[in-house]
């Protein structure tokens, strides 16, 4: 918690401090009152005294009580426009820190507990500083000042009040002790709620088809019971604080008027008004005691909770991002367009064997560069490491001549075209699809729709109630899978790059947009350098090299004609798609 305080800024920390401020003031106020109650009380048992003494302690009792409401009235605005502008800071920073960080990385927290940590956890901090700020500050001086005041009224008085006060911290302690770890629990069943529900939502075509919706609702039911069971403890063990702490604070009262009322009777006639006045502001100030351990009890039940969540969000902002940005964000060789595996080698953080072994090629400018290889081979994996969304256990990766490591992640980007296996669509309209991100930048309309002609979905975009305009829903739910990946890679040949990287981008496309696709693609990209990763042999039989993986090695590179002769996995897979007639007459 104190390490996420630290990014106050110092327009914030004064606000505090006057807050704090404030703070002292309104319990200084609040104290005071009761010293005014104790010389009505005198003025109103002793003969021949003035109506306008009393109404003059009365009009100050006034005047403080005004004045505390006041302080709190502006501490309250203070503090609440500290603590969402603390949120609003720490939700953007967490945010960039999930953007920076790996694909590896991120599933380290998983996808929904990254969401959770966003929002929910984020929320619990800044509850606690928006309430339990200004209580923090209060109980204690309250609690302390009001022991000071009356630590020598009376000996018996100041007993009670102590017995009270250790009953408290004794509920309030082993409170703490029992439901502090349970709080840990529910933030995870919170994550896990969070995943049903989008693992849910995202499948529900699937959901639907398999007349799963039974088994879906009893999956998110015995979560949610989970978590309501775990809330309800933790719930139930508070809820017993609140009849103590009110029992104590009416126990208390009644045993220092119980006590008074002994010590008044066997005390001395002039001494019994003293006394009685005496007895008045210890009650005032013995409740201003419970009531300080009545606030710090309100903190009790949001701290932990609030320290879990603290704990969660510090755990993503310190993790170490292994993909580190280079410095350099300019060219500093004459290639362009050229892509270089020099000996790569790679495997994952948590993996004992390497996916990747070795593997060296060079992609020059304008060459198609295709790669092909059985389910789990490291196809996708090897391009992957091209923009940096994994780096390369051993070897260089290198673009125009330079290592990617060494470049500005930005300035890398700018470089490339990537098409994912997954084609990704993004709630908004066709054209912000397209010219999505860096991609919107001084493009017209024009070449937005040259870069859909291209991808061969002009067709179906004419055919939408508002063409260009037309409403796209996240993850493209309501186009077909054909259709998400033409305006996929329509998203990539807007951008203009100097290389192309096709992740199985072809797929969902059938034989003819493919072929008519990929002819207009190597007209348009002519100068462009293409890395492309397909299972049909049709997709890449033109390209000038193909790189066949077997078990994470290159076991096959050349062209299709020389491969189907020299390489025996490249002609099993050949075979298994194509007659030996069909791949004759595609040879000629």
């Known amino acids: 918690m104190l390490k996420l305080i630290k990014n106050f800024n110092k327009k914030e920390w004064c606000l505090v401090l006057i807050s ?13 009152m009761p010293d ?4 009505i009380t005198k003025l109103v048992q002793t003969e021949g005294s003035k109506i306008q003494d009393i109404i003059i302690n009365g009009g100050l009792m006034l005047l ?89 009224k009376n000996w018996q008085w100041s007993a009670i009040t102590g017995v009270a006060v250790v009953i408290l911290l004794s509920v309030i302690g082993c409170l703490m002790l029992i439901v502090m770890p349970k709080f840990k629990i529910v933030q995870k069943l919170i994550d896990k709620l969070n995943g049903v529900t989008r693992e849910n939502l995202t499948g529900i075509r699937v959901v639907r088809a398999f007349n799963a919706e039974k088994y879906q609702e009893e999956k998110f039911e015995e979560v949610n019971n989970k978590l309501t069971k775990q809330q309800l403890f933790n719930q139930k063990a508070f809820a017993i604080m ?31 008004l003293s006394l009685f006045g005496d007895m008045v502001v210890f009650s005032s100030y013995a409740m201003q005691v419970i009531m300080s351990f009545l606030m710090l009890a309100m903190i009790f039940m949001m701290l932990p909770r609030a320290q879990v969540s603290a704990s969660r969000i510090n755990e993503v902002l310190d993790t170490e991002i292994t993909v580190k940005d280079g410095t350099l964000d300019k060219n500093i060789t004459d290639e362009v367009g050229t892509v270089e595996f020099k000996n790569v080698s790679f495997k994952y953080p948590d993996a004992e064997e390497y996916l990747l072994k070795n593997i060296s090629f060079k992609a020059n400018k304008g060459e198609t560069v295709a790669f092909i290889g059985s389910t789990g081979s490291g196809k ?6 091209v923009p940096r969304f994994y780096d390369a256990t051993s070897g260089e990766v290198l673009v125009d001549g330079v290592n990617v490591k060494e470049y500005k992640q930005e300035f890398l980007y700018n470089k490339i075209g990537y098409v994912p296996q ?34 061969q979905a002009t067709e179906f975009v004419e055919k939408m109630d508002e063409k260009y305009d037309s409403h796209l829903a996240q993850g493209g739910t309501n186009i077909s899978g054909g259709q998400k990946q033409r305006l996929s890679i329509a998203r990539a040949i807007a951008r203009n790059p100097e290389i192309y990287i096709f992740d199985d981008s072809f797929s969902a496309l059938d034989y003819k ?70 791949l004759a007459n595609e040879g000629k």
């Not at 704090?20 to 005071?32: H, N």
């Not at 990704?424 to 729709?449: A, H, M, P, R, W």
């Open 422 to 455: 997954k084609a990704v669509i993004f709630n908004g309209t066709v054209t912000s699809n397209v010219s999505y991100g860096d991609n919107g930048k001084e493009k017209n309309e024009l070449q937005i729709k040259e870069a859909i002609r291209v991808a």
């Open 380 to 385: 996708s994996t090897l391009i992957n490491l």
């Open 242 to 272: 609140s009849p103590i702490m009110y029992m104590v604070m009416n126990g208390l009262t009644l045993a220092i008027y119980f006590v008074g009322s002994y010590l008044i009777r066997d005390a001395l006639m002039v001494d019994k």
């Open 20 to 32: 704090f401020l404030l703070i002292f003031m309104q319990v200084w106020l609040e104290l005071k």
């Open 513 to 582: 947009t493919d072929s008519i696709l990929r002819h207009e693609l190597k007209k348009y990209t002519k100068d462009a350098t293409s890395l492309i990763v397909a299972q049909r042999i049709g997709t890449i039989m033109n390209a000038d090299k193909i790189l066949v993986l077997d078990n994470g090695t290159c076991v096959g590179m050349s062209t299709h004609k020389e491969l189907l002769k020299s390489c025996e996995v490249y002609k099993q897979i050949a075979l298994s798609q194509l007659s030996k007639e069909e």
């Open 64 to 152: 403080c009580a005004f004045g505390s409401l006041l302080s709190a009235v502006v501490v309250g605005y203070f503090i609440a426009n500290l603590s969402s502008s603390f949120s609003m800071k720490i939700r953007e920073k967490l945010f960039h820190k999930v953007e920076s960080l790996s694909i590896n990385e991120v599933k380290q927290f998983s996808t929904n507990s990254l969401i959770t940590r966003t929002t929910n956890d984020i929320t619990q901090v800044e509850m606690l500083i928006g309430m339990g700020l200004q209580l923090l500050v209060k109980a204690p001086i309250t609690a302390i000042w009001a022991v000071t005041k009356i630590l020598n």
């Open 36 to 39: 005014y109650m104790s010389e």
